[in-house]
């Protein structure tokens, strides 16, 4: 049986600059698999080449294959990545309209899906509205105006209208409260419990291990380690250079 995603020894590039070299790995249907490592280390170039976003915002995959469920996507467009593949990106600094409402931010994801009735659509808004109470009461709000704590859960609502079954998030912890981190990841448990597929890009290493099945460390561009997650928490390479131990 396939995984639900399989990246390949891939090789992907900024123009002449090699960003990763080979890099492999899996994402089994209902799982939580992290990837970590330093700054530079071509955690969210990866998340860009699966999501296929196309250069000069993602690099360029040399080599390699990234599949899911068996069948290559290299050579598909990103909005059908979204729509046939139900598979969203959460990109690192959010990118919502700021100048939309918090329902038109939702709506705007409900366009790549293909035939789902009123009442199946309503049914996801008001999942999202579930999970993200604050969202509901900022519904007719601009987005521009919202914390960066309510932008995150936005953004993580607006992959969810698009009727994913997997979803990738690039560093959703970044720029939030304690506070507000935690509940960001409650929630995403929540979902995961609820039959989400995730893959996880999060500087804070302690936290996404917690938080993961599974995790691969990337440095420059490759994976140099791989495990459950409480093999990478007792790992002493890892805890040295990733945890603070």
Same mark, same amino acid.
């Given at each position: 049986?396939?995984?639900?995603?399989?990246?390949?020894?891939?090789?992907?590039?900024?123009?002449?600059?090699?960003?990763?070299?080979?890099?492999?790995?899996?994402?089994?249907?209902?799982?939580?698999?992290?990837?970590?490592?330093?700054?530079?280390?071509?955690?969210?170039?990866?998340?860009?080449?699966?999501?296929?976003?196309?250069?000069?915002?993602?690099?360029?995959?040399?080599?390699?294959?990234?599949?899911?469920?068996?069948?290559?996507?290299?050579?598909?467009?990103?909005?059908?990545?979204?729509?046939? $593949?139900?598979? =969203? @990106?959460?990109?690192?600094?959010?990118?919502?309209?700021?100048? #939309?409402?918090? /329902?038109?931010?939702?709506? *705007?994801?409900?366009?790549?899906?293909?035939?789902?009735?009123?009442?199946?659509?309503?049914?996801?808004?008001?999942?999202?509205?579930?999970?993200?109470?604050?969202?509901?009461?900022?519904?007719?709000?601009?987005?521009?105006?919202?914390?960066?704590?309510?932008?995150?859960?936005?953004?993580?609502?607006?992959?969810?209208?698009?009727?994913?079954?997997?979803?990738?998030?690039?560093?959703?912890?970044?720029? $939030?409260?304690? =506070? @507000?981190?935690?509940?960001?990841?409650?929630?995403?448990?929540? #979902?995961?419990? /609820?039959?989400?597929?995730? *893959?996880?890009?999060?500087?804070?290493?302690?936290?996404?291990?917690?938080?993961?099945?599974?995790?691969?460390?990337?440095?420059?561009?490759?994976?140099?380690?791989?495990?459950?997650?409480?093999?990478?928490?007792?790992?002493?390479?890892?805890?040295?250079?990733?945890?603070?131990?």
């Amino acid at each position: 049986m396939n995984p639900l995603l399989e990246i390949e020894d891939l090789r992907v590039r900024y123009g002449n600059i090699e960003a990763l070299h080979g890099v492999s790995f899996t994402v089994e249907e209902g799982e939580i698999v992290t990837l970590i490592g330093a700054n530079g280390a071509g955690k969210s170039t990866t998340l860009m080449s699966i999501a296929r976003l196309p250069p000069p915002e993602a690099p360029k995959v040399i080599s390699g294959d990234i599949r899911h469920k068996g069948v290559s996507l290299l050579n598909m467009p990103p909005d059908k990545v979204v729509s046939d $593949l139900h598979t =969203a @990106l959460v990109p690192e600094g959010r990118h919502i309209f700021g100048n #939309l409402s918090v /329902e038109e931010n939702l709506k *705007l994801a409900t366009y790549a899906r293909k035939g789902d009735s009123v009442p199946d659509i309503q049914r996801d808004y008001d999942q999202v509205y579930s999970l993200f109470p604050r969202l509901a009461e900022r519904r007719k709000q601009q987005s521009e105006s919202l914390s960066g704590g309510e932008q995150q859960m936005l953004a993580v609502g607006r992959a969810l209208m698009s009727k994913c079954s997997i979803i990738m998030l690039d560093e959703p912890s970044m720029g $939030l409260a304690p =506070a @507000l981190m935690y509940d960001m990841f409650r929630t995403l448990k929540q #979902l995961n419990e /609820e039959g989400m597929t995730i *893959l996880l890009v999060e500087q804070n290493a302690n936290l996404a291990l917690k938080f993961a099945h599974r995790g691969y460390v990337l440095d420059t561009g490759e994976i140099v380690a791989q495990g459950t997650s409480a093999e990478l928490l007792e790992d002493p390479e890892v805890k040295k250079a990733y945890l603070g131990a």
